[in-house]
Nanobody, 122 residues
Framework: QVQLRESGGGLVQPGGSLRLSCAAS?????????????MAWYRQAPGEQRQLVAM???????TYADSVKGRFTISRDDAENTMYLQMTSLKPEDTAVYYC???????????WGQGTQVTVSS
């Protein structure tokens, strides 16, 4: 079991920026958690299903949903077992709870954490 904790959300105005962090750990860590796993950010708006936002491979290859391409950047620091989502030019439609997870063949593998709320409003 890998524990995932999201942080960095908050209230921002349209056009603003925010950086989310995802810290991964095990109860008895003996190796770097992120080094061999794909990782991804998801988001869920009220009344909607959780959707994939961005994904990054162990080698650093990234993919993005069309809705965030050019505005969001996903990155990872395997030495610190941490993943990031840098969000810029935020829009009201980006408002959602953001979650991170390990991914295998497009399927999230760990239990969902609490997520972090991002609200974009003037």
């Amino acid at each position: 079991q890998v524990q995932l904790r999201e942080s960095g959300g908050g209230l921002v105005q349209p056009g603003g920026s925010l950086r989310l962090s995802c810290a991964a750990s095990r109860s008895a860590p003996s190796r770097r958690v992120l080094s061999v796993h794909n990782m991804a950010w998801y988001r869920q708006a009220p009344g909607e299903q959780r959707q994939l936002v961005a994904m990054i491979t162990p080698g650093g290859t990234t993919t993005y949903a069309d809705s965030v391409k050019g505005r969001f950047t996903i990155s990872r620091d395997d030495a610190e077992n941490t993943m990031y989502l840098q969000m810029t030019s935020l829009k009201p439609e980006d408002t959602a709870v953001y979650y991170c997870n390990l991914v295998y063949r497009g399927v999230p593998q760990q239990r969902w954490g609490q997520g972090t709320q991002v609200t974009v409003s003037s």
